[in-house]
């Protein structure tokens, strides 16, 4: 069976529908498996304090700066009604390509469960979200998840929530963009304990490793890779510096499509030094994947009433 691609259009869109659908259409001319986007509700985004100024001790950052007014005003212009989603589905499907989106929330997974996704994306930091994942299984079979910033014990529960479902875990680093040394490729091996299905959310700066993570994952096995897609210039988004453009996007499909053994002595031949992206397969979490840890996991909470509901919480919505 080829390697799933998946085209994450994330905000590269703008907050703009017609770009969104050249995106999709582009996105299956150049050989997307998926066209996902992202169902952020900005009025999910949480307030922590601590976030607002940081925290630095004798030179060591202990809690990173991102303030929330800034940050609200910036997703607010990205935010993509109900009705736009559900024609983002009719859209992809008009396309030949699959529809796929991220729940950030079990409010928003409740919102979009009946738009006639047939499968959903689970982010890292919420792969130990696990009333999340079983509000998930409920009305999703096939369950692409994310697991960068995770602790070992928490993916191991999280293979067990999921059991009897047709999920995948994708291997991740989650530090934006991530250094080829920084990969740690072999994680995928210890993925594969827990699911047949494994692949890999790669971040890595197209400029400096132009698409050569991705590769090294497909030639090491991976059964799905997810990329960021825009049909813009990368100064354009915030995620534009690691994300492919279609021409990109099918020499990965191009590369995908032929057997492993041809894609090794490829990468042997034109990147020798792809060992250096293999890293560890069991590891601690760096420094850096811990801070962002802090930071994104409750970055968005259900809002119910006056309460907010991070989704480790296993409290109605």
């Known amino acids: 069976m080829r390697p799933i691609l998946i085209a994450e259009c994330c905000q590269n869109h703008n907050g703009d529908q017609e770009i969104l659908k050249r995106m999709i259409y582009s996105a299956a001319e150049h050989g997307a498996d998926y066209v996902k986007i992202q169902a952020i509700r900005s009025r999910e985004l949480t307030h922590r304090e601590r976030f607002d100024e940081g925290v630095t001790e004798n030179g060591t950052v202990k809690v990173i700066k991102r303030p929330y007014a800034p940050e609200l005003e910036r997703l607010s212009k990205l935010d993509l009604s109900l009705d736009v989603e559900r024609w983002f589905v009719e859209e992809c499907w008009k396309a030949g390509v699959a529809p796929?989106?991220?729940?950030?929330?079990?409010?928003?997974?409740?919102?979009?469960?009946?738009?006639?996704?047939?499968?959903?994306?689970?982010?890292?930091?919420?792969?130990?979200?696990?009333?999340?994942?079983?509000?998930?299984?409920?009305?999703?079979?096939?369950?692409?998840?994310?697991t960068g910033a995770t602790h070992d014990e928490e993916i191991e529960q999280a293979a067990a929530i999921l059991q009897g479902t047709n999920f995948s875990f994708l291997h991740c680093v989650t530090m934006y963009p991530t250094p080829m040394e920084e990969l740690h490729l072999r994680r995928m091996t210890y993925l594969r304990r827990f699911t047949n299905k494994v692949g890999y959310s790669d971040h890595s700066k197209i400029a400096d490793t132009d698409l050569w993570a991705s590769k090294i994952a497909l030639a090491l096995g991976a059964d799905c890779v997810e990329r960021h897609f825009t049909i813009l210039e990368p100064h354009e988004t915030k995620d534009g510096p690691v994300s492919i453009n279609p021409k990109q996007l099918k020499e990965l499909r191009v590369f995908a499509d032929r057997d492993r053994q041809e894609r090794m002595a490829i990468i042997t031949k034109e990147y020798p030094q792809w060992v250096n992206s293999l890293g560890q397969a069991n590891r601690p979490l760096s420094q850096a994947e811990l801070l962002n840890r802090d930071y994104y996991r409750g970055r968005f909470a259900s809002k119910v009433k006056d309460k907010v509901i991070y989704n480790w919480e296993a409290l109605p919505i």
């Open 100 to 146: 796929l989106t991220t729940a950030f929330t079990r409010t928003a997974a409740a919102e979009i469960k009946d738009l006639g996704y047939e499968a959903i994306k689970v982010a890292s930091y919420d792969c130990a979200s696990f009333p999340l994942l079983e509000y998930l299984r409920k009305y999703w079979n096939t369950i692409f998840v994310s």
